[in-house]
């Protein structure tokens, strides 16, 4: 019978083209909504790397301004980058299992002697421990080794899209390019990656995609790499040259650790807590002591990744959809009884309640499955259209062009949301037409 | 077999009760040919709906085929609906978006039959009542003594047991009307029991037994007596009708 009914649907779908539109034009807009602030939301709420939240920390001290909080909002947060002294100390210790300090740079990726164009790199300049701290996954090769830390060696990691531009996706571990003028050895290219919200460094906005290029924290200093990133201070300092910069009190490194249990964690906070004493008798830290492990579910809410204004538009969005639906509901009654004398006649032919009820059912289905992908349709539009509103420079493949990756994850929630919504919607018309009693219409037709 | 044995009918609004059938008796027996007659108002199409199974009953019993139908559920009650009653209707009712041969087809979906044994009976049933031609016409292609007989094709599709006729010449001319009441004749005459609401006398008097209903009960009838005209049945109609106390 579901072919039947699925068959009486279009049919009668193509009876009310206006009717019909507007109830398919309903579901959409509201579904377009919702996977629009959904998938703003899943990108800036979700935990994209719940799996090792217990064992990772953002590694926080409190060297800022005696005189007033680093944030005034939330005065009992430190400053949630390093100094550059404070991070190379800290970097000390043998307690973590893994450890990492880091700053994003820009450079230029260039080949030799090749027609590939040289293209503007967002780099993060990081110790080794990077790609397995955060699980980072691999095309071809991997990461860099200690050695090459301190070495500092010319060898570097490559993302998908650029391992794709310069080297037309082949495996490029052991190829030459060059970055901002040195030659450097590809070790590695990344398959797709793409954590959201990029917890890892909150600097340009949680939304960022993750760096083109990945090169030794090591050549920071003999290349005197700027931050691309948020570079504060507190305090006026005569900074003249980089080693003057490098030993002040300007924040601009992020660092993590990985503490695969409770003792190691504690045994690194008392190592921490020990670093900030002596500093503070040395002259430093002259705030309350404030050193902080912190971990990734906490580290977005302390940064704010996730508003309340985000939550409230969430609702707003559902409430949209409850709207739309609302409208549906009216819509739906009021075409099905407009076709109630129909139904009356097929009633008196054999067609029980529940018969008629699954025929409407599946007609509300027909609607619901159009509307869906409509309105996905319609989202990804959106969702264009806000990458665009708020991409302020085009050549920066960052900012919010993680927006416009509608994962397969959104995909299902939004066909799954558009479907039940829908058949819920479409529950009391296609009882309600059932119940009719068909004897009144037939005399009247 | 049909028989109705004291059966009442109230529709009840707000303010007032309307008595459509009162203390209502009737039996109809296998292959008779019964004309109800009645002015308006008087319960024939409320008759009509109980017979059908299209409504329920206040009290009384209704007993079609030897089974009592007020303990059945929607499901059976549409079953049985299917399966043993074919309804002809004033207004034809056939669905104007389909064409002849999917509106024949409509009862037939409700049966589950497979495709090929539907083909067949929409084909023989469009051939009984001389349509074969114009299967594909849409409803409003056809004339109104035409959609009367695409509605007795829909009707007879499901080779019912009772053929339920409520004004079936109602909205054609004369000449038509007689068609098909020749049409229903013949039906009747294969072994279908007719039961047809109508207001023209003349063909009331073609039926086997006429039934006259006056403010919701039985005020006069025929009992049925074999016409010389026709032909000998397997069946033996020994209706009997009885009168509302």
Not at chain 1, 252 to 259: A, G, H, S, T
Request: with cysteine; glycine share 8%; proline share 5%.
């Amino acid at each position: 019978m579901f072919g039947y009914y699925l068959h009486l649907a279009f049919r009668n779908l193509r009876r009310n083209p206006g009717l019909t539109a507007l109830m398919i034009g309903a579901v959409a807009l509201g579904i377009a909504v919702c996977v629009m602030t959904l998938t703003m939301y899943r990108a800036m709420s979700g935990n994209p790397i719940w799996w090792k939240n217990d064992v990772l920390y953002a590694v926080t001290l409190d060297a800022w301004d005696p005189k007033e909080p680093y944030n005034e909002d939330k005065p009992e947060l430190a400053p949630w980058q390093l100094t550059y002294r404070d991070a190379t100390a800290l970097m000390e210790s043998d307690i973590p299992k893994r450890k990492l300090i880091m700053h994003k740079a820009i450079g230029v990726l260039a080949l030799d002697g090749q027609t590939v164009k040289p293209e503007r790199a967002l780099t993060r300049v990081t110790t080794k421990d990077f790609f397995t701290m955060f699980d980072v996954p691999f095309q071809y090769g991997g990461g860099w080794t200690d050695a090459a830390d301190k070495g500092p060696e010319p060898v570097l990691v490559l993302s998908k899209k650029m391992n794709d531009k310069f080297f037309r996706g082949e495996n490029s571990v052991g190829r030459r390019i060059h970055w901002d003028d040195r030659e450097f050895r590809v070790v590695g290219v990344l398959d797709h990656w793409l954590p959201l919200p990029t917890f890892y460094d909150v600097n340009n906005g949680a939304l960022e995609e993750p760096e083109d290029v990945y090169i030794p924290f090591g050549w920071s200093v003999p290349l005197e790499l700027d931050s691309a990133g948020n570079t504060q201070g507190w305090k006026p300092e005569d900074i003249e040259t980089y080693q003057e910069f490098l030993a002040s009190e300007t924040i601009w490194l992020q660092m993590w650790v990985e503490l695969p249990d409770a003792a190691s964690q504690q045994r690194f906070q008392a190592f921490i807590d020990n670093y900030a004493s002596r500093q503070k008798q040395a002259g430093r830290f002259q705030r309350p002591l404030n050193n902080r492990l912190t971990k990734v579910d906490q580290w977005l809410i302390d940064n704010e990744v996730v508003e309340n204004d985000d939550r409230v538009l969430v609702g707003l969005a559902f409430a949209f959809l409850a709207v739309c639906l609302l409208n549906t509901v009216g819509l739906l009654l009021a075409k099905f009884l407009n076709n109630a004398a129909i139904t009356g006649v097929r009633r008196a032919l054999g067609a029980s309640r529940r018969q008629v009820f699954f025929q409407h059912l599946v007609e509300v289905g027909v609607i619901s499955s159009i509307g869906a992908v409509l309105g996905l349709a319609i989202g990804g539009l959106l969702l264009m259209g806000l990458r665009a509103l708020y991409a302020i420079d085009p050549t920066d493949a960052g900012g919010t062009q993680a927006l416009a990756h509608v994962d397969l994850t959104s995909v299902v929630t939004a066909l799954a949301l558009a479907f039940f919504a829908t058949i819920a919607a479409g529950l009391y018309p296609a009882w309600r037409i059932g119940r009719i009693p068909p004897a009144i219409y037939l005399k009247a037709q | 077999m049909l028989e109705m044995h004291g059966i009442s009918k109230i529709y009840r609004t707000d303010l007032i009760e309307t008595h459509a059938l009162r203390d209502f008796s009737l039996k109809v027996g296998d292959g008779e040919f019964v004309a109800v007659t009645g002015p308006s108002g008087s319960g024939k199409t409320t008759f009509m709906n109980l017979a059908g199974l299209l409504e329920t009953f206040d009290t009384g019993t209704y007993r079609l085929d030897g089974e009592d139908v007020s303990r059945l559920s929607d499901e059976q009650r549409s079953k049985l609906r299917n399966e043993k009653i074919g309804f002809i209707f004033q207004s034809f009712n056939l669905i104007p978006d389909l064409d002849i041969f999917d509106n024949v087809d409509v009862p037939l979906r409700y049966r589950r039959l497979g495709k090929k044994d539907r083909e067949q009976r929409i084909r023989n049933a469009l051939d009984v009542v001389g349509l074969s031609s114009r299967m594909h016409h849409m409803p409003s292609q056809l004339s109104g003594g035409q959609q009367q007989r695409a509605s007795i094709a829909r009707a007879l599709a499901g080779d019912p047991r009772f053929l339920l006729a409520d004004e079936p010449t109602g909205n054609v001319d004369s000449l038509m009307a007689r068609q098909v009441m020749d049409l229903l004749e013949q039906i009747n005459e294969m072994g279908t029991t007719v039961i047809m609401v109508t207001h023209d006398p003349e063909l009331a008097h073609r039926a086997h037994r006429n039934v006259h209903i006056v403010d919701g009960q039985i005020s006069d009838f025929k009992p049925y007596e074999p016409r010389d005209d026709v032909p000998a049945m397997d069946v033996a109609p020994a209706a009997v009708a009885m009168s509302p106390a």
